[in-house]
């Protein structure tokens, strides 16, 4: 504007022919570009910055004036000519005046009405009232003039350069700088546009996003806020712009937040820049909630800048919720469950290992559980878990953590307990348990019993002290439930034991390690010989005799004892018909069958595939059956007729052991009860087993039954059976349980050994 002032001026000069010769000084006419283009440089750096007023449009239009006019009149200085030069001064503040409104109108009209539509129109107006003022000025300022000539004619200086050539200089020169400029406008133009259009799609990108994108200055305070952040925090952008970052920080970690950007800045280490962390943010109205942040920062001439994409993560951590307490918790009793448990107790163990502490597992099993879900149905069942849980969870403390394992089984985790804390613990359950459960208008009166391993002595990891207690807890159902024991390494050794044994059942029955000891059973009035009862003996090669009474509960256990009963059964039938074979009076065999035997599918066939591979008679073969294996299956009344009607001899062993209701006497189709030898042997010690047995026998005889007391071992015992009419008896003070050969030899008969 400047440049096209000063070439306006110069060429418009060609136009006015002057009568004399007209050279220019080279200095003046550079130095007339300087009001020119200063004046115009003020001007529009005034009227150019928001927000433009009247007065800095005024302030504008007078200093373009001025510098059209002092150019003007400058350059009328570089002038050297054989005149003097006068001006008309009406002429010369018209020109003033020209020059300052046409100025004003043009500026008023470019930059008051810059954002009306047409602004192309606008444009082009203000440049031609540019123009008119530039041009008008010039030629009233030419009016203005009167040339008076000189007599003395004015020299030239050196530095002078005529009228025509400094016209189409200065045309040619401004031309170029026009196109230039023209061009670095357009160049410019479109960078601006193309970062108006960077800057559109970042807030488009900004404003669609779902996330809080929140930008704040080095000083935390927030200069970029979206929709996003709107919505998930409730601030508005208006309110929330220039204020501090800490609105949306929960006020407990706001000092932290504080420390973090400080060391940020004076470490410039990030810690937490470009990572994603899970944190607390607060809403406007104050509650808190867990967000997700991504941070990031730049940083400018103008400073340092930090940018965070922030998620609310509630709906997430919800979920994670649901699903951790899915894989986590007991569903029933909202418990840990033995994953937790698991998890909990690794890390209870790396703590106690690092700190030296002790702490003590207690594994729990509620007694007879089975018989609640089998007599009230599974619904009473988990109620009765529920319950329990309350009790247990009433009386630990915070630290402890109690986890179903399943079914009714409870694990206790103690930190902090030695030997004396957890047998008051386990004292305190076990006495939670005394008042009895609710359930439909009925008490139930329910136990518990407690192995509890310690840590270090019982084991230093998991597996271990799961084990030892587990194995605590063994003995206590063994030793008659609802109580607790601590692990002894003693258990340990017979856990090692009874593996053995399982191990060896299975090689002792491939190897015949297996034989059968006989001990007869007498009639107590004529002393007759009525029967034997076949015990089964096994010579361990390594450990030695074993004693039915330890090997048989572990084959039960183990599944041996189908095999097992099969050997006893073949073999003892076999055996009673090579005595008869042999001459020998002819007598019932009793074998035992256990629980696990009475309740497989095919003893019946069992029982007759011995009988006919052997030939012996029904009626010479007996069996003996436990209170409890009878009651335990379903089919008993129908296995015990059919055996009934194959002809064979139905003894219950062990009489007056069992828990069972004396009802079944009636219902099963029994010929013979044994008195157990426990009753026997307290016969002249107990009042009260003298009367049990009297009963036993009388109601026995009642019933039609016949009556076999065994562990028979003294004259006294044998006197008060008879008085009583026991019919047989049985025990040491008869006979031993024999080897087969010896059985012959009781009748004289040395000649069939045992088979
Ligand atoms: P049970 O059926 O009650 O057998 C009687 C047990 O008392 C036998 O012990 C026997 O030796 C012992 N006994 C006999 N008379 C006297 C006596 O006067 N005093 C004393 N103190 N004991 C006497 P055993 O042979 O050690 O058998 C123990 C248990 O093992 C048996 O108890 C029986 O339940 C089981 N059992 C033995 N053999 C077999 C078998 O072949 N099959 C099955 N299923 N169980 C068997
Ligand atoms: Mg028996
Ligand atoms: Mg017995």
Known sequence: MGLGIWSMHFIAMLASHMSMEVTYSVPVVILSTVPALVSCWIAFYLVSRPPVSVKRLLIG??????????????????????????????????????????????????????????????????????????????????????????????????????????????????????????????????????????????????????????????????????????????????????????????????????????????????????????????????????????????????????????????????????????????????????????????????????????????????????????????????????????????????????????????????????????????????????????????????????????????????????????????RVKEEGKNNFQFFTNKMNEEVARRSKIAIGLRKGLERGEFTINYQPQIDINSGDIIGVEALVRWLHPHMGPISPGEFIPIAEESGTIIQLGEFVMRNACLQNKAWQDAGLPKFRVAINISARQFSQANLCGLVQSALTDSGLEPQYLELELTESSIQGAASAVKTMNELKAMGVHLTIDDFGTGYSSLSYLKLFPINTLKIDQYFTRNIHLDMKDAALVDTIIRMAHNLGLNVIAEGVETDEQLNFLKERSCNQAQGYLFNRPLPAADIARLYGNPAPAGI
């Open 61 to 474: 239009a007078v200093f373009i004036g001025t510098g059209i006019i002092s150019m003007h009149y400058i350059g009328m200085e570089a002038m050297q000519i054989g005149a003097a030069i006068t001006y008309n001064p009406v002429l010369f503040s018209l020109s003033a005046v020209i020059a300052f409104t046409g100025s004003l109108a043009a500026l008023f009209l470019l930059f008051r009405l810059r954002q009306l539509t047409g602004f192309h129109w606008q444009k082009v107006g203000s440049a031609v009232l540019m123009g008119f003022a530039v041009i008008g000025m010039h030629y009233i300022g030419m009016a203005a003039a009167t040339f008076t000539p000189l007599v003395d004619h004015g020299h030239r200086e050196a530095s002078s350069i005529n009228s025509l050539s400094l016209g189409y200089t200065v045309g040619l020169g401004t031309l170029l700088l026009l196109i230039l400029a023209h061009n670095s406008v357009r160049i410019d133009r479109r960078i601006s546009a193309q970062t108006d259009e960077y800057e559109l799609k970042f807030q488009s990108v900004i404003e669609s996003a779902k996330d809080a994108i929140i930008v704040t200055d080095h000083k935390g305070l927030i200069i970029q806020w979206n929709q996003g952040a709107e919505r998930i925090f409730g601030h508005t952008k208006e309110t929330v712009i220039g204020e501090s970052l800490q609105v949306i920080i929960p006020e407990r970690i706001r000092k932290r937040h504080e420390a973090g950007m400080t060391r940020y800045f004076d470490m410039k280490q990030p810690r937490v820049i470009g990572k994603t962390l899970e944190l607390e943010g607060v809403r406007k109205d104050g509650s808190e909630f867990p967000i997700e942040m991504s941070l990031g920062t730049w940083e400018t001439e103008t400073g340092v800048f930090f940018s965070g994409i922030i998620r609310d993560i509630t709906e997430r951590k919800q979920a994670d919720e649901k699903i951790s307490s899915l894989v986590y918790l007991d569903p029933l009793t909202g418990l840990p469950n033995r994953r937790l448990f698991n998890d909990r107790l690794d890390t209870l163990l790396v703590r106690a290992a690092r700190d030296q502490q002790l702490f003590s597992l207690l594994y729990l099993d509620i007694d007879h559980f089975k018989l609640v879900n089998d007599m009230l149905g599974h619904a009473i069942g988990d109620q009765l878990l529920k319950e329990i849980t309350e009790r247990l969870l009433h009386q630990a403390s915070e630290k402890d953590t109690i986890s179903r394992l399943g079914g009714d089984e409870f694990i206790l985790l103690l930190p902090e307990t030695d030997y004396t804390q957890a047998s008051n613990y386990a004292r305190q359950i076990l006495e939670c348990f005394n008042k009895p459960f609710h359930f439909s208008g009925e008490e139930l009166f329910i136990t518990p019993s407690i192995g509890i391993s310690l840590y270090p002595s019982d084991g230093q990891d998991a597996e271990t002290l799961i084990k030892n207690a587990d194995l605590a807890l063994y």
